[in-house]
């Protein structure tokens, strides 16, 4: 439980600092990645924040010896009120009636999942065939970058609104969730006794290479949608579509069964389902002007 609460705190001042830190650059572009990392690993404060995300990523890593991949899911997205107090607080930020409708309704799909569990009876699964994983990993990180790439372009049309990030959000989602599969992989051979075999079989397996994948692309894909929108809207979107990605594909990739009381399991399905309902109704475009970062360029017509 610390350790996720840990991880809940890390990720959260982590994407805050990235997105001040990119207030302050010219505007990025996935077209341009090497001028993207350049601007970005030039800034001391953006590296404090990705810092701050790669130590949520180590506290992620244990949490995933430590309990069921649902159980897990449920606590990280407990992260998304620190997320947009942060936001508030430090970026200026302000969230819309609808969409705070929204964030209650996604952390009431939390309360569901939390009440799901039981302490003791959920089983914590080790591993999963890397075959299976390779089969629904590929489509989904084909499926974010697609769906990316449709959300740039239509952005791209002049008289289009501004968008607030929901598309971006759940493109992104897909591949964190991917990457979320491949964290729970490595945490299966990590043991207290046999390191140097642990790497060798980590190696051998696909997890890292999907980490790398996910990880170049995700930065690249994250920071220009982050610099464009909202973080108190983009990264709940975001955090979502991971978590119950996660939740689901991974709880049944991995073998871990669902709660066997029926009300256990209601309150687990509801929680998914609400979840799902509240991505599907959120606005997709901003009633309030976007300001442009500062240092960007302005377009001219």
């Excluded at 705070?100 to 996604?106: D, E, K, M, S, V």
């Excluded at 973080?231 to 066997?260: D, K, N, Q, R, W």
Aim: net charge positive.
């Amino acid at each position: 439980m610390i350790a996720a609460l840990m991880a809940n705190t890390l990720y959260s001042l982590g994407f805050v600092l990235e997105k001040r830190a990119l207030s302050s650059l010219p505007e990025v572009s996935i077209r341009q990645p090497a001028r993207l990392l350049r601007l970005v690993l030039g800034s001391p404060l953006w590296i404090g924040g990705s810092l701050a995300l790669a130590s949520g990523f180590g506290a992620q890593l244990v949490v995933y010896r430590t309990l069921p991949i649902a159980a897990a899911q449920g606590i990280f997205v407990s992260g998304l009120v620190l997320l947009v107090l942060l936001s508030a607080r430090l970026l200026g930020e302000e969230t819309t009636g609808r969409e705070r409708y929204a964030l209650g309704a996604i952390l009431a799909a939390l309360l569901m999942v939390v009440l799901s569990l039981k302490e003791g009876s959920d089983t914590v699964s080790r591993s999963a065939p890397y075959q299976l994983i390779l089969l629904v990993c590929v489509p989904s990180l084909a499926g974010g970058v697609w769906l990316y790439g449709a959300a740039e372009r239509r952005s791209r049309h002049r008289h289009r609104a501004p968008t607030t990030g929901v598309e971006y959000g759940v493109a992104v989602g897909l591949l964190y969730g991917v990457s979320s599969l491949a964290i729970k992989g490595v945490s299966s051979y990590l043991t207290t006794s046999g390191l140097g075999g642990a790497v060798v079989d980590v190696l051998r397996s696909p997890y890292p290479y999907i980490l790398m994948f996910t990880g170049a692309f995700g930065l690249v894909m994250s920071q220009a949608a982050l610099q464009r929108c909202r973080a108190s809207l983009i990264v709940p979107v975001c955090t979502t579509v991971t978590c119950l990605y996660t939740a689901v594909i991974g709880t049944l990739s991995f073998g871990e069964a669902l709660p066997h009381d029926p009300l256990r399991l209601a309150l687990r399905l509801a929680g998914t389902a609400l979840a799902v309902s509240v991505l599907l109704a959120m606005p997709k475009h901003d009633t309030a002007p976007q300001q442009p970062p500062i240092g960007a360029k302005e377009l001219t017509p």
